[in-house]
């Protein structure tokens, strides 16, 4: 029967939650240990803090490496707030513009009579 124990790589002897393994089989028939790399929850909206869509989920620093199309969104505030967030903005400062000037009309009809 062929030996299913694994040895890790390294100093560090513990199944910690930075230090996981998978036993991964070689073409070889050899049994070898493969570092599990943590996954990241991605970059998050300012306001809402739900996932940005279409930024993949890295660790800081692998940002870096990115081209700047894959870091980013094309649309204002895009890659730090998300669609729905900026939408909300838009149109709530067309609102207050919108009351301004109806208060402007309201006032300049008050003054008439």
Request: aromatic share 4%; charged share 30%.
């Amino acid at each position: 029967m062929a030996n299913n124990r694994v040895t890790r790589a390294g100093r560090h002897s513990y199944n910690t939650k930075s230090n996981r393994i998978r036993p991964i089989r070689t073409p070889g028939g050899k049994l070898v240990a493969q570092k599990v790399v943590k996954t990241s929850k991605g970059p998050r909206c300012a306001d809402s803090k739900v996932p940005l869509q279409g930024i993949k989920h890295l660790k800081s620093s692998a940002y870096k490496n990115l081209k700047k199309r894959e870091r980013t969104v094309s649309r204002a505030y895009g890659g730090t707030v998300s669609a729905g967030c900026v939408r909300e903005r838009i149109v709530r400062a067309f609102l207050l513009e919108e009351q301004k000037a109806v208060k402007k009309l309201l006032a300049e009809r008050a003054n008439k009579k």
